[in-house]
Each structure stands twice: as C-alpha cells, then as structure tokens.
C-alpha cells in the first residue's frame, strides 16, 4: 500500500514506474515479480545475481506455488504459505487464488481464517493493514494522514469481539478484515493497492489470550461504553477527513454494536456491515433460488431464525422487504418470522423487551400467535415452535453446532414436501447441522445452503455439491458498484437488488434439480451481475445519476483487476 503504485484503474499491461531499486523492489510486495522479471528489468533494476537466471512466466510461478500448496498436510499449513506470499508478491498470490477460488476459498476464509485469527500472534511475520490501538486516541488522524495510504478506496475494520463463532479474539481478528479485503480483490477485482485492513484493538476479555506472552495486541480489558464510542467516533471522523469516498465495510463486532453502529453511521458516508446485510442478503438470494424449487411463494414463507442477533434479525428484515415488495404488509410479513433465541421464541408476555436491542423487538411475536400451542416450556422451545409453526424455512445463525437436531429437522420434513435448511453458522465447526445428516433426515428432500464449505453429498444416487451460502457471493458485487458508479451510500434496497441478481444467476432457474447458487469457480461473473443489479437499483433510487447499461458495465469492467505482473522500469 504505498504511494509509488500507480494510480488505480490502469490497463492490465501498464507499466509502474519507482525509485526504488534492488532489495527494496524485492522486499515490496506490490512491486516484487520473484522470477517473472524480465532481462531488461533485471538490467534496468539491478537484479541480476539476485534473482536465479531462468525467467518463468506467472504461470508457471502458479504451478510451482499449487504444486507446493496441495504438498502440505493441513489447511491451516496452506492458510500460513499463502498469508506469506500475499507479503512477498501480492500478483502472484492473487493469480493463485482467482485461478484455483474454489480450491483456496475454504483456506484464506472459513473455515481456516478461524483458525487463524485464534493463532494469529503465533504466526505474525508482516506488517499488513493497521492496528488502532486504544492508546492511540487522538493520534489516529495523524496515522491515516501517511502518505503511502494516498491510494486506498476501501477499507475493512474490525474489533475483534466476535469473530466467527469463536467470540473475542482481540487483536487476532485481524485475520477478518485481511481475509475480508483477499476477497474484494479476488472476487471483485479491487486493486490491492486500494484495499486496507484494519482492527480497532479496544482490548480483549479473552483471559488465554491476554496470559499468552506472544499475544501482539494491547493488554488491556475490553473498553467499553462511552469511551468505545468516542474512540469508534473519532475513527470514522478521520476516515471521513482522509477518504471522503471511501467504502467502509464493519466486519465481526458483537451484536450489542453491530447493528448499532450501522445506524449511527450509514447515512454519514458509504458503509454497511457485511454481518448484518450481507449475511441477509446472501441468505435472501438463496432462498429466492430455493422458491424455484419448492414451489412455495415468498409471501407464504414460515421462517423460524434460530439466533437472535444482528445476523438473524438482519435476515428477517431483507427477507421481510422482499415479502413487503410481494404484497405483504409490513405487519404480516414480520409475523410470519419466528426468532429463537436463548431462551427460546422471542414472544410477547415470555421475553424480556427491556434486555432487546431495538432490531431485535421487530420480530417478537403478539402473544396472540402462540395461544392454543400444545408445548413442553412456558416460553417455546426450538421443538415447540417447528411443532406448532410448521416452518418452511429453517434459517440458524447461532454459532452453536448441532442445534438442528434430528427430532428438529424429521419434525419440520413431515409438514413440508421441500424443507429449505441454512445452517449457516461459520467456521464449519459450528455448524447447526452436518449437510449429510440433513439429507438422511429429510430422505433427500431437503434443499440445503450452509455457511461454510461442506464436501459433497450424495442426492439421488449421484455426488451433490453442497451450496455454501457465503457472503462473498454478496459484498465484492456490492463494493465494486458502489466505487466503480460512485455511489454514495449503502442501503438496505442496494441489498435486496444484490440478492435477487445472485437469484436470477440459479442455475435451479433452469433445472429444479440444480444448485441453487453458481459454483465458486464463478464468483467474479457474480460480482460482475451483482454490481450491475446495484448499480440499476442505485440509479431508480436516485442517487447516481442514470446512465446506458453498456456505460455502467464498461465503468465496472475497469475497476475489476485482473492479477497480471506489469512492467517495472526506473524512474528518471
């Protein structure tokens, strides 16, 4: 991330000029080429001798790294190699990503990022992004004001308070918005050189973490309160004096101020957070694909959420719209989503209004709904709400493995010809339920979306790729529209138009016997689609100002990066 990389949206076949020569172009990852420089670079340069003599091409360095890759024992083996190589030579390990994203997508994100941000003080070796720590209050303008962040467009930021399922990983989380950005230019295409990682390191609670003598961050208990808010406050201020168009992205903070956050900020400048709108998003679009196979309209959807937070009530709400756009009232829409939460259906007379955050009272239900239930608790359980409800949809976003359990799911298959089951909860460890299990319980009725990545099953005496309903099916569409067009804020609209693109890229449109969501190999033609549905509805709603659809794709075509080693020379 520095000044001397050239401006973005350069050709493919730009060349870079620098000043720096020898070790230093070695040592930047941006720059470094490795055994790609060319006789004249290495002339030109000061390379030779540094470099072994035979130039090889980019692919054949992607051979040699893939053959070294799949050599290893484990993911997490791989998930160090490849955080290694994205500090030496950023070209190249994006070449390998995007030429193999289906094969690496499981080790730079879930499940192997978990494991990551739980080990990450363990295997630090580079500085990437920044960490903010609390001591820095009142210096961080001075932080941002460095030249060499001249160029950045897009920002990922954490707290590192809940990361995954795996909770408060402190300054480890910075393996969210690292794996975060990985992905914006992998599936997206923003250029590397525009992308930048952060962690708010307010502290951690975590005891092992703060007793480890090799944890990196700031060892201190969590600030909370008033202090956390004017320390995030004073964060987004110099973001919005540094970057006044700069896309920010909130990633993996704890339920008390995710969705908080979002609505002190979102009409600021352009940010969402991808937990609570992404997540909803790739949930809705799957489940707008799955209506094509059930048959069942949306406005006669039943949706029980196991998992009340900012993640579960993001989804009711953008499924909610979507109902609402169908006919629906508002009212009606939002009784026909039943959220359960700890201690079970969030429900009139039972819950406790004062303990909820604001999003969480919109799906309680009237108490009216639950009269005449014959139920083992006073306040519904799980098993009591799938008997009496009869849902349709099975949506969990809890974190906690195995809570769709058989009686659950064999309760729900008896009422419904194609039960839809998300378990949804990352990394694959936590997991609701195992997607064979699902598929023995339901005898292969079930359409099934999942979270993290699952081997495949068997369907129909026939090998079935599992969907992995993730949201970088979602935000590197979102991103690319909202820097390539402009725009000016993220809104919940922006969403919905993003999840029914992914929709209409189903191939069950076609064949109800399909997947419902594009291979991962895919993943940049979805961004491409999504972006250009964000950008329609972006227009319609008037914030950019309305322009050719050859116009729109030509603008978002540009801003896609493709990882392509350009010439290097000196700067006179």
């Given at each position: 991330?520095?000044s001397?990389f050239?401006?973005v949206?350069?050709?493919?076949?730009a060349?870079?000029?620098?000043?720096l020569?020898?070790?230093?172009?070695?040592a930047?990852?941006?720059?470094?080429?490795?055994?790609?420089?060319?006789?004249?670079?290495?002339?030109?340069?000061?390379?030779?001798?540094?470099?072994?003599?035979?130039?090889?091409?980019?692919?054949?360095?992607?051979?040699?790294?893939?053959?070294?890759?799949?050599?290893?024992?484990?993911?997490?083996?791989?998930?160090?190699?490849?955080?290694e190589?994205?500090?030496?030579?950023?070209?190249?390990?994006?070449?390998?990503?995007?030429?193999?994203i289906?094969?690496?997508?499981?080790?730079?994100?879930?499940?192997?990022?978990?494991a990551?941000?739980?080990?990450?003080?363990?295997?630090?070796?580079?500085p990437?992004?920044?960490?903010?720590?609390?001591?820095?209050?009142?210096?961080?303008?001075?932080?941002?004001a460095?030249?060499?962040?001249d160029?950045?467009?897009a920002i990922?930021?954490?707290?590192?308070?809940?990361?995954?399922?795996?909770?408060?990983?402190?300054?480890?989380?910075?393996?969210?918005?690292?794996?975060?950005?990985?992905?914006?230019t992998?599936?997206?295409?923003?250029?590397?050189?525009t992308?930048?990682p952060?962690?708010?390191?307010?502290?951690?609670?975590?005891?092992?973490?703060?007793?480890?003598?090799?944890?990196i961050?700031?060892?201190?208990?969590?600030v909370?309160?008033a202090?956390y808010?004017?320390?995030?406050d004073e964060?987004?201020?110099a973001?919005?004096?540094?970057?006044?168009?700069?896309?920010?992205?909130?990633e993996?903070?704890?339920?008390?101020?995710?969705?908080?956050?979002?609505?002190?900020?979102?009409?600021?400048?352009?940010?969402f957070?991808?937990?609570?709108?992404?997540?909803?998003?790739?949930?809705?679009?799957?489940l707008?694909a799955?209506?094509?196979v059930?048959?069942?309209?949306?406005?006669?959807?039943?949706?029980?959420i196991?998992g009340?937070?900012?993640?579960?009530?993001?989804i009711?709400?953008?499924?909610q719209n979507?109902m609402?756009?169908?006919?629906?009232?508002?009212?009606?829409?939002?009784?026909?989503?039943?959220?359960?939460g700890r201690?079970?259906l969030?429900?009139?007379?039972?819950?406790?209004l004062?303990?909820?955050?604001?999003?969480?009272?919109?799906?309680?239900?009237?108490?009216?709904?639950?009269?005449?239930?014959?139920?083992?608790?006073?306040?519904p359980?799980?098993?009591?709400?799938?008997?009496n409800v009869?849902p349709?949809?099975?949506i969990g976003?809890?974190g906690?493995?195995?809570?769709?359990?058989?009686?659950?799911?064999?309760e729900?298959?008896?009422?419904?010809?194609?039960?839809v089951?998300f378990?949804?909860?990352?990394?694959?460890?936590?997991?609701e339920?195992?997607?064979?299990?699902?598929?023995?319980?339901?005898?292969g009725?079930?359409?099934?979306?999942?979270?993290?990545?699952?081997?495949?099953?068997?369907?129909?005496?026939?090998?079935?790729?599992v969907?992995?309903?993730n949201n970088?099916?979602?935000?590197?569409?979102?991103?690319?529209?909202?820097?390539?067009?402009?725009?000016?804020?993220?809104?919940?609209r922006l969403?919905?138009?993003?999840?029914?693109?992914?929709?209409?890229?189903?191939p069950?449109?076609?064949d109800?016997?399909?997947?419902?969501?594009?291979?991962?190999?895919?993943?940049?033609?979805?961004?491409?689609?999504?972006?250009?549905?964000?950008?329609k509805?972006?227009?319609?709603?008037?914030?950019?100002?309305?322009?050719?659809?050859?116009?729109?794709?030509a603008?978002i075509?540009?801003?896609?990066?493709?990882?392509?080693?350009?010439?290097?020379?000196?700067a006179?």
């Amino acid at each position: 991330m520095g000044s001397k990389f050239p401006p973005v949206d350069l050709p493919v076949d730009a060349q870079v000029k620098t000043r720096l020569t020898e070790q230093d172009i070695l040592a930047d990852p941006l720059l470094n080429k490795g055994t790609a420089f060319t006789e004249q670079e290495r002339d030109e340069l000061g390379l030779h001798g540094l470099l072994p003599p035979n130039v090889m091409t980019l692919e054949e360095q992607v051979a040699r790294r893939m053959e070294a890759l799949r050599a290893l024992p484990t993911d997490f083996d791989r998930y160090v190699m490849l955080r290694e190589l994205q500090d030496s030579n950023e070209t190249l390990y994006y070449a390998v990503i995007t030429q193999h994203i289906e094969e690496m997508l499981p080790v730079i994100y879930t499940p192997t990022v978990g494991a990551g941000c739980q080990r990450f003080s363990h295997i630090y070796r580079k500085p990437r992004g920044l960490f903010l720590s609390y001591p820095h209050k009142g210096l961080i303008r001075k932080i941002l004001a460095n030249s060499r962040f001249d160029n950045i467009e897009a920002i990922v930021v954490t707290d590192g308070e809940r990361i995954l399922g795996l909770g408060d990983q402190g300054a480890g989380g910075m393996g969210i918005p690292i794996g975060k950005m990985a992905l914006y230019t992998a599936c997206g295409g923003l250029h590397p050189a525009t992308t930048l990682p952060i962690t708010l390191d307010v502290g951690t609670d975590n005891q092992e973490l703060l007793a480890d003598p090799l944890y990196i961050g700031w060892r201190h208990a969590r600030v909370r309160g008033a202090e956390y808010d004017e320390f995030i406050d004073e964060f987004v201020e110099a973001v919005k004096e540094r970057w006044p168009h700069v896309l920010l992205q909130w990633e993996d903070f704890a339920k008390n101020n995710a969705s908080r956050l979002l609505e002190k900020y979102r009409d600021d400048l352009c940010t969402f957070n991808d937990d609570v709108q992404g997540t909803a998003a790739v949930a809705s679009g799957t489940l707008l694909a799955a209506i094509n196979v059930t048959g069942v309209p949306v406005t006669e959807q039943r949706v029980v959420i196991l998992g009340g937070g900012s993640a579960g009530c993001g989804i009711a709400s953008l499924i909610q719209n979507i109902m609402v756009e169908a006919g629906l009232s508002a009212e009606e829409a939002a009784s026909r989503f039943y959220v359960v939460g700890r201690a079970g259906l969030m429900v009139e007379g039972k819950t406790d209004l004062a303990k909820l955050e604001p999003f969480q009272r919109r799906y309680v239900q009237k108490a009216a709904a639950t009269e005449g239930w014959v139920k083992e608790n006073d306040q519904p359980s799980m098993m009591d709400v799938i008997k009496n409800v009869k849902p349709t949809v099975l949506i969990g976003v809890s974190g906690q493995a195995g809570s769709f359990t058989e009686a659950m799911v064999r309760e729900m298959a008896k009422h419904v010809t194609r039960p839809v089951i998300f378990p949804l909860s990352n990394p694959t460890a936590n997991s609701e339920a195992q997607p064979a299990d699902l598929m023995a319980w339901t005898e292969g009725r079930v359409i099934i979306g999942t979270g993290s990545p699952f081997p495949p099953i068997e369907r129909n005496g026939r090998q079935f790729k599992v969907d992995q309903t993730n949201n970088s099916y979602i935000f590197p569409g979102v991103g690319v529209a909202a820097l390539a067009l402009k725009i000016p804020r993220i809104t919940d609209r922006l969403f919905m138009a993003a999840a029914k693109s992914l929709a209409e890229l189903s191939p069950a449109r076609a064949d109800a016997e399909a997947n419902l969501l594009p291979p991962v190999c895919k993943l940049r033609d979805v961004a491409r689609a999504v972006a250009i549905g964000v950008g329609k509805q972006a227009i319609a709603d008037g914030q950019i100002a309305a322009i050719s659809d050859a116009e729109m794709a030509a603008k978002i075509d540009v801003k896609m990066w493709e990882p392509v080693y350009p010439h290097v020379f000196l700067a006179k």
